[in-house]
């Protein structure tokens, strides 16, 4: 298979969330993508069919998906065994900031020290060095939290910097798998606006199995 890249966001706005390059031939639609601000974070229960389409295939080649996407699962529990659970999504817009930065700073910004906290990321591309560093210095400092990530595609793991920082995050504790079919399956069933009229079943892409094998590989190796 050929190799995975990643197109960095000063290329974009082409395919922004799905939509096809053609239509951003529009000088009205161009102008209004380049005047965005320089980052936002959208926050949701349910994020777009059409987002969760481009956003979270799994190919190798992943031109224009320049955003992180990040569905959660957040479980509180007590002393008493009782257990409280969120859940929801952050999309982050361009390249200031990232969703899993933006995921401790908006989501779980105070974290009460009584309680255990399972979360769960599905995210659209695995973490940068930098989200990477920050998600291993909040694990190191709240004993209380255990964090499992699935991830839709590697970025850029080729690169001795991210095989670092994965493997720096399975040692500070944390559990990061590729997303499987049903993992997918999951998402679009929990986390997917589904339109009126519009068929409930998951309906899998061409290749899905055979890129989350490629993709689990190259993980197990750098893991290793």
């Not at 965005?36 to 224009?64: C, D, H, M, W």
């Not at 659209?124 to 989200?131: E, I, L």
């Not at 798998?177 to 998402?187: A, G, H, N, S």
């Not at 986390?191 to 998951?202: C, D, H, L, P, W």
């Amino acid at each position: 298979m050929a190799q995975k890249e990643e197109t960095a966001a000063a290329e974009a706005p082409a395919a922004q969330d799905g939509e096809d390059v053609e239509n951003l031939e529009d000088p009205e639609k161009l102008k209004e993508l380049i005047e965005l601000p320089p980052f936002e974070i959208v926050t949701g229960e349910r994020l777009p069919a059409n987002f969760f389409k481009f956003q979270f295939r799994n190919v190798e080649y992943s031109s224009g998906r320049n955003k992180t996407f990040l569905c959660y699962v957040v479980e509180a529990q007590n002393k008493g065994g009782q257990v409280q659970a969120s859940r929801g999504y952050l999309e982050d817009e361009h390249a200031a900031a990232h969703a899993e930065e933006a995921f401790f700073n908006t989501i779980m910004p105070a974290i009460d020290p009584a309680l255990r906290y399972l979360v769960t990321w599905y995210v659209s591309s695995s973490p940068c060095a930098a989200c990477a560093d920050r998600i291993i210095r909040t694990l190191n400092k709240t004993k209380n939290l255990r964090l499992l990530i699935l991830v839709g595609r590697l970025f850029m793991w080729e690169e001795p910097e991210i095989q670092e920082a994965l493997r720096k995050l399975k040692e500070a504790g944390c559990k990061l798998r590729i997303m499987k079919p049903q993992d997918f399956e999951y998402l679009w069933q929990n986390f997917v606006e589904q339109e009126e009229g519009e068929s409930k079943a998951f309906e899998p892409w061409e290749d899905i199995q055979e890129n989350f094998l490629y993709y689990e590989e190259k993980l197990a190796d750098i893991l290793k």
